[in-house]
């Protein structure tokens, strides 16, 4: 009678066992994340670029949310406070006032889109029919209303000191020749003033949320050509400082800077929202 040979059986399952180790290193992918799941702030409802990141970091076994918040401030204190983990909804200059003025630890890690501000109105058709004494809706964080002011400077309505920079406020403001009064309200609140004044100026985010498109119904918007990416108006993903060099984090600004998200910014936002980054075409 054969007896059965133990010895040589352990042999060929020990084998067996690292073939299968050698193969799955070889066809699986190894990602040596310091976490699985993340939390990303963002302000608005529509964010359908982060759809292919969600899903290739799901493939990687890193489970990403989209926290959503109402206003602006509140997800750099969520991050500050590590409620969360990235936020992606501002400019680097907004992100540096806000960790200045709040004594935040935050520091952007990479660029995202250039949101262009625009001007909106329902009972005007072009900014050249605004006249003497009309109403003008400002948002009041110091970012938005620098470049509000900027642009009717631009459009010839005011006359700006000259060594206000990027960021002139209220009292930087020299001549009014049209005596324009001013509404200044939070950011999220501006469309909501259409029917009270002459015209509204409508951050990109929240003038898509209510249906506008920036480059068909803004009756005066801001140019964003040839702005590079050292322009404190472009927005930022930001993290914490202390997890500024995190992989998994920087990882998440290689996913965004794709030709995929990039081409899903161009066209489903309309002129909202521009790509802020290089990728291979």
Partial sequence: MKTFNFRKLSGLIQKGIAATVIISALYSPSYAYDRNEVKIGVVGE??????PIIEKLEAEGVKAELVRFS????PNRALEEGEIDLNAFQTGAFLKTESDENGYHLKAIGTTIIAPLGLYSKKIKKITDIKDG??????????TTGRALRLLETAGY???????GY?????DIIENPKNLKFYWVDAANS???????????????????????????AIYIENTEGWGLENPFVN???SRESDQDNELFLHIVDLYHTKEVAD?????????FIPAFTYEK
Avoid: C, H, M
């Avoid at 960021?167 to 009292?171: A, E």
């Fill in 46 to 51: 529509n964010n359908e670029y982060w759809k």
């Fill in 71 to 74: 206003t602006y401030p509140l």
């Fill in 134 to 143: 009309d109403t003008l809706t400002v948002p009041s964080d110091p970012i």
């Fill in 158 to 164: 005011l006359k700006l000191n000259a060594d206000a």
């Fill in 167 to 171: 960021l002139p406020g209220q009292s």
């Fill in 191 to 217: 469309y909501g003033t259409l029917d009270d004044v002459t015209a509204a100026f409508i951050n990109g985010g929240y003038a898509v949320d209510r249906g506008l498109t920036p480059d068909k119904d």
């Fill in 236 to 238: 930022v993903i930001a």
């Fill in 264 to 272: 899903i910014i161009k066209t489903s936002y309309k002129g909202a």
